[in-house]
């Protein structure tokens, strides 16, 4: 059973509007919670993140939100450029795990231009 | 250029050939470990080592083996490769700790088993 879940395999936008990524998970004791972002042919490279103490961070284009009550997470991209389409993925840690990261199944971002 | 590098970047095998597949990371990160992405499955842990002389069993360890031959070098070998296996390979390192955002990939092993 997948403890991140990232229900919406793909989604496009138009180049200038907003991108939100959406991820869901269920286990509670996830305190820490990434963002990955992966072009075709290259390895995840780290976004952003969110500590379960906080919710939001923001850097640039990129926010995310957590709410902790519905044990969700966004992701947040104002404005969506070309370049982000990409596969993105949601991660959660946990200290009591040794803090390995468990991935969502990723979602597939089109930009438009 | 620091990071990890994963080779071979490409590998076909029969049924029931063996394998290893190499990583090596110039990062000195304490940790490291080896994920398969499947399509719709995103990236599952197989095997991490926390530290050197260390390994521990991920999410999906069966039919892999692991051995982290210095602080560098994390392998993992497929003793008898069956379809179910192919996938997307990929290494990453860390320091030990709360830095998830210090997980560095490799750029993959894209393995088929025919």
């Known amino acids: 059973d997948q403890q991140v879940k990232q229900n919406s395999p793909s989604l496009s936008v138009q180049e200038g509007r907003i991108s939100i990524l959406n991820c869901d998970y269920t286990?509670?004791?996830?305190?820490?919670f990434l963002w990955y972002k992966k072009y075709p042919a290259e390895g995840p490279t780290f976004l952003i993140s969110?500590?379960?103490?906080?919710d939001k961070n923001e850097d640039g284009r990129f926010t995310v939100f957590l709410n902790k009550s519905a044990k969700h997470l966004s992701l947040h991209i104002v404005p969506s450029q070309p370049g982000d389409s990409a596969v993105y993925f949601c991660?959660?840690?946990?200290?009591?795990?040794?803090?390995?990261?468990?991935f969502g199944a990723g979602t597939i971002l089109r930009v438009k231009s | 250029n620091a990071g990890v590098t994963q080779t071979p970047k490409f590998q076909v095998l029969k049924t029931g050939q063996s394998m290893t597949l190499q990583c090596a990371q110039d990062m000195n990160h304490n940790s490291m470990y080896w994920y398969r992405q499947d399509p719709g499955m995103g990236l599952r842990l197989i095997y991490y080592?926390?530290?050197?002389?260390?390994?521990d069993k991920g999410e999906v360890p069966n039919g892999y083996n692991v051995s982290r031959l210095n602080k560098r070098e994390f392998s993992l070998r497929l003793e008898s490769a069956a379809p179910s296996q192919t996938s997307v390979y990929f290494c990453a390192s860390s320091e030990s700790g709360r830095d998830g955002y210090g997980y560095t990939f490799g750029s993959g092993t894209r393995l088929t088993v025919v």
């Open positions: 969110i500590s379960s103490i906080k």
């Open positions: 080592s926390a530290s050197e002389g260390t390994t």
């Open positions: 286990n509670s004791m996830f305190d820490y």
């Open positions: 991660a959660a840690s946990a200290k009591e795990y040794g803090n390995k990261l468990v």
